[in-house]
């Protein structure tokens, strides 16, 4: 065999391996990390904890996707939730793929009140075009909040298939949470995702949880 031809067999391999570890490559489709920093989103101005704020759901500052808190699809409705301006994570857990690294006013979406058990905050986002999702996000429990995390998914809004859980027993610390894969969302022009949370006791602050830094991922199948 010629050395240029050689050498050209050599280039084409390369060229295909490339393109294999593209496509298998994992992109952030919808992400949440609650800031207004030019380096993260822009939920609302984190300049104080906003207990009963009206805002009721929130566009993805990363990709495309809403989260809803307000009744929309089968989602709450929460009477307490809040955005708290010194209690997120910022370059903690699950951060990166340009979420902000702001630590001076991180901010992170608070939800309370042992009379939101078994509400749900639903998202809803799109598959088209890829396949093999993938979930994780961080989350601090309260001394009596909600420290149980139930995880379903649907194509309509309808039929909801459960498909994994989590008990957290660890307070007052942020833990990442990672949410098996999921097949059933391939190529799926409207998808549905929702947390369920039970085990708040009580009714005042320490009944929040907290969630920050939230990643929805999939893979093309372009």
Same mark, same amino acid.
């Given at each position: 065999?010629?050395?240029?031809?050689?050498?050209?067999?050599?280039?084409?391999?390369?060229?295909?391996?490339?393109?294999?570890?593209?496509?298998?490559?994992?992109?952030?489709?919808?992400?949440?990390?609650f800031?207004?920093?030019?380096?993260?989103?822009?939920?609302?101005?984190?300049?104080?904890?906003?207990?009963?704020?009206?805002?009721?759901?929130?566009?993805?500052?990363?990709?495309?996707?809403?989260?809803?808190?307000?009744?929309?699809?089968?989602?709450?409705?929460?009477?307490?939730?809040?955005?708290?301006?010194?209690?997120?994570?910022?370059?903690?857990?699950?951060?990166?793929?340009?979420?902000?690294?702001?630590?001076?006013?991180?901010?992170?979406?608070a939800?309370?009140?042992?009379?939101?058990?078994?509400?749900? +905050?639903?998202?809803?986002?799109?598959? /088209?075009?890829? !396949?093999?999702? @993938? $979930? &994780?996000?961080?989350?601090? =429990?309260?001394?009596?909040?909600?420290?149980?995390?139930?995880?379903?998914?649907?194509?309509?809004?309808?039929?909801?298939?459960?498909?994994?859980?989590?008990? +957290?027993?660890?307070?007052?610390?942020? /833990?990442?949470? !990672?949410?098996? @894969? $999921? &097949?059933?969302?391939?190529? =799926?022009?409207?998808?549905?995702?929702?947390?369920?949370?039970?085990?708040?006791t009580?009714?005042?602050?320490?009944?929040?949880?907290?969630?920050?830094?939230?990643?929805?991922?999939?893979?093309?199948? /372009?």
């Open positions: 065999m010629k050395k240029s031809n050689y050498f050209k067999s050599i280039l084409v391999a390369l060229s295909v391996a490339i393109s294999f570890t593209n496509i298998s490559a994992q992109k952030l489709i919808a992400g949440w990390d800031q207004t920093s030019t380096t993260g989103g822009t939920a609302i101005v984190p300049t104080k904890d906003m207990t009963n704020f009206t805002q009721n759901l929130f566009v993805a500052n990363f990709g495309s996707g809403t989260l809803y808190l307000d009744g929309t699809y089968g989602s709450g409705p929460y009477k307490v939730w809040s955005i708290t301006s010194n209690n997120g994570v910022g370059d903690w857990p699950n951060a990166g793929d340009g979420f902000s690294e702001e630590q001076k006013n991180p901010a992170a979406l939800i309370g009140k042992s009379v939101n058990n078994g509400k749900s +905050i639903v998202f809803k986002f799109s598959m /088209k075009d890829f !396949k093999n999702l @993938a $979930i &994780s996000y961080a989350t601090l =429990v309260a001394p009596n909040g909600f420290n149980s995390q139930t995880w379903a998914f649907s194509k309509d809004c309808k039929i909801w298939v459960d498909c994994s859980s989590t008990t +957290i027993d660890e307070r007052n610390v942020f /833990k990442l949470v !990672k949410v098996p @894969a $999921i &097949s059933t969302l391939d190529n =799926v022009s409207e998808a549905f995702f929702k947390i369920t949370l039970n085990g708040a009580t009714e005042d602050g320490t009944s929040q949880v907290r969630f920050d830094n939230i990643k929805f991922k999939a893979t093309s199948i /372009k």
